[in-house]
């Protein structure tokens, strides 16, 4: 059982930047190829990036690319995505997800292929 807390979410205006957050308990976070997924209201929960377990491979959907950073931490447990140049189009509420990952080099993109769930953390960018 892995359990997944998000922080960092916030109020920002277009241009400035965010660092979210996201710890998981337990002693086996190497073991999880991690993701991070946004939903805006009215809409479907989407990839904004994701990262094998190695944090050798990365992922980001074509919006984000240039803009946004996933990196991991398997010291610290924590997986973290450095938001920067924000727009209006990215306020979303933000999650983190772990996926149990057998290979080691491996990204996950699809939310059906994620084991756990944070609870999501609020991001709101004015224009």
């Known amino acids: 059982q892995v359990q997944l807390v998000e922080s960092g979410g916030g109020l920002v205006q277009a241009g400035g930047s965010l660092r979210l957050s996201c710890a998981a308990s337990g002693r086996t976070f190497s073991s999880y190829a991690m993701g991070w997924f946004r939903q805006a209201p009215g809409k479907e929960r989407d990839v904004v990036a994701a990262?094998?377990?190695?944090?050798?491979?990365?992922y980001y959907v074509d919006s984000v690319k240039g803009r946004f950073t996933i990196s991991r931490d398997n010291a610290k447990n924590t997986v973290y995505l450095q938001m920067n140049s924000l727009k209006p189009e990215d306020t979303a509420v933000y999650y983190c997800?772990?996926?149990?990952?057998?290979?080691?080099?491996?990204?996950?993109?699809?939310?059906?292929?994620?084991?756990?769930w944070g609870r999501g953390t609020q991001v709101t960018v004015s224009s």
């Open positions: 997800a772990a996926k149990l990952d057998y290979t080691g080099g491996i990204y996950y993109t699809r939310d059906t292929s994620y084991d756990y």
């Open positions: 990262i094998a377990r190695s944090g050798s491979r990365t």
